[in-house]
């Protein structure tokens, strides 16, 4: 299941992208997961990249072969790397989409961060065999977890704000 995106015709202000990879290849199970929102990011840049979806049947015999022991990873002109906030970080930083400076940077990472402390809580309940012990999980999801991220995200948006980081879009 490998497939090629281009541009959506959306546009970002980014960086000389001259430095960009000229062979971009995104490597996630066949689902979207923590792959999806590295997705967005690239395809909102316009990134022309490889899509490269792994079936779990596949995984056993791929796991040892990745940078990291787990997906996803990136190619970028034959170099790999992985986990997701490492390559969210490069897209962010590679096509403009990090901040306009440093301190906005470590925002837009501190954001990814917070988001991902919240996927993580509901891929344990999600993935939970126990019925009682994930009805518990999703109760603790729904009532701390989740309501805790919007409190963070409203707060952010405060005072009619546009962006969760400086005034363009970013990878918050």
Known sequence: HNVTYSSSGLRCSRPNTSMAPKNLVLVYFNGYGRAEQLRWALQYAGVQYEDRRIEQSD?????????????????????????????????????????????????????????????????KFLFEQDAAKKAEM?????????????????????????????DKISLA
């Open 138 to 166: 999703q109760k603790e999801y729904d009532t701390v977890t989740l309501p805790k991220l919007m409190r963070f995200m409203a707060m952010r948006l405060k005072d009619g704000k546009k962006w969760l980081v400086g």
């Open 59 to 123: 995984w056993p015999a791929l796991k040892p072969k990745t940078p990291v022991g787990s997906l996803p990873y990136m190619i970028a002109d034959g170099k790999e790397f992985g986990t997701s906030g490492a390559i969210a970080m490069y897209i962010a930083k590679t096509y403009g989409l990090a901040g306009s400076n440093n301190l906005e940077e470590a925002q837009v990472h501190m954001i990814w961060e917070v988001v991902q402390d919240a996927f993580n809580a509901s891929t």
